[in-house]
């Protein structure tokens, strides 16, 4: 009984998995082909980008903040709390910063079009589409995986800007650092590897965020409470894959050398 279980749970993964393939490589060729949704691109570009600006420059202003006071604790132990914009910067752009603004922009965006997908499948307004000979995945999948691959590096940056901001004033108000010391020490420790690592991540990042979405939203099944399903499952689901895929990007970059 077990092992059926087992079994049954392992084949649902596999197809799970085949599906969602099939669904990003389709996504990816159908991408660079007409017919385009440009309005409803610029749409999504507004919702997922815009709109995930407020929170995304809050948790990176506070990140930095709490970055300072705790890298404060370690380096005046070795008397060294001048190398502070240092920690501060590579800790954000390396890792914290394309990785929070990730999870953020999944909780709020990845949920979301799940539940608007979900919406309109159990609805049979997707079904209604493609009677009417309007393919699906070019107008809801392409512009939302657009938008998102287009806007969340940008998110990125100014995540990385505003938690370098959050740490400037504690390091300016709480340890008094002058601002040319925190600042020489920031820019003088990122390289042109640093930054590079920092803005290849969102682009995987996004195309996870938008994809699990879309794939939750149009295997939706069992009516609204097949939605909130569908919504949780996204969420979790692309919060995991960033963390797992940023370890292997990471472990890549490392094993060629790239810093």
């Given at each position: 009984m077990i092992g059926a279980m087992i079994t049954g749970a392992l084949k649902r993964w596999v197809q799970a998995v085949q599906e969602f393939t099939f669904l990003l490589s389709d996504s990816v060729r159908y991408a660079f082909t007409a017919p385009r949704y440009l309005v409803d691109t610029l749409i999504q570009m507004d919702v997922i980008g815009f709109g995930s600006l407020p929170i995304v420059i809050l948790i990176?202003?506070?990140?930095?903040?709490?970055?300072?006071?705790?890298?404060?604790?370690?380096?005046?132990?070795?008397?060294?709390?001048?190398?502070?914009?240092?920690?501060?910067?590579?800790?954000?752009?390396?890792?914290?910063?394309?990785?929070?603004?990730?999870?953020?922009v999944a909780g709020r965006n990845s949920s979301g079009i799940a539940s608007e997908i979900g919406s309109m499948v159990v609805s049979e307004q997707v079904d209604a589409m493609r009677a009417l000979g309007t393919d699906p995945l070019r107008k809801l999948v392409i512009p939302r995986l657009a938008a998102t691959v287009a806007t969340l590096p940008l998110l990125t940056i100014l995540a990385d800007f505003a938690g370098m901001l959050g740490g400037y004033f504690v390091s300016f108000?709480?340890?008094?650092?002058?601002?040319?010391?925190?600042?020489?020490?920031?820019?003088?420790?990122?390289?042109?590897?640093?930054?590079?690592?920092?803005?290849?991540?969102?682009?995987?990042?996004?195309?996870?965020?938008?994809?699990?979405?879309?794939?939750?939203?149009?295997?939706?099944?069992?009516?609204?409470?097949?939605?909130?399903?569908?919504?949780?499952?996204?969420?979790?689901?692309?919060?995991?894959?960033?963390?797992?895929?940023?370890?292997?990007?990471?472990?890549?970059?490392?094993?060629?050398?790239?810093?």
């Amino acid at each position: 009984m077990i092992g059926a279980m087992i079994t049954g749970a392992l084949k649902r993964w596999v197809q799970a998995v085949q599906e969602f393939t099939f669904l990003l490589s389709d996504s990816v060729r159908y991408a660079f082909t007409a017919p385009r949704y440009l309005v409803d691109t610029l749409i999504q570009m507004d919702v997922i980008g815009f709109g995930s600006l407020p929170i995304v420059i809050l948790i990176g202003f506070f990140t930095g903040g709490v970055l300072a006071l705790q890298s404060y604790r370690t380096l005046s132990t070795f008397g060294e709390v001048g190398l502070m914009g240092k920690v501060v910067a590579l800790s954000l752009v390396l890792e914290l910063g394309p990785v929070l603004t990730a999870l953020m922009v999944a909780g709020r965006n990845s949920s979301g079009i799940a539940s608007e997908i979900g919406s309109m499948v159990v609805s049979e307004q997707v079904d209604a589409m493609r009677a009417l000979g309007t393919d699906p995945l070019r107008k809801l999948v392409i512009p939302r995986l657009a938008a998102t691959v287009a806007t969340l590096p940008l998110l990125t940056i100014l995540a990385d800007f505003a938690g370098m901001l959050g740490g400037y004033f504690v390091s300016f108000y709480t340890v008094h650092l002058t601002t040319e010391e925190y600042w020489t020490s920031a820019y003088q420790s990122l390289t042109y590897q640093d930054v590079t690592q920092g803005l290849i991540k969102p682009f995987f990042f996004a195309v996870i965020i938008s994809m699990v979405g879309c794939f939750q939203g149009l295997h939706t099944t069992g009516g609204t409470e097949g939605v909130g399903r569908a919504t949780t499952r996204a969420m979790v689901v692309a919060s995991v894959l960033i963390v797992v895929v940023d370890f292997f990007i990471t472990k890549l970059l490392v094993g060629i050398g790239f810093f």
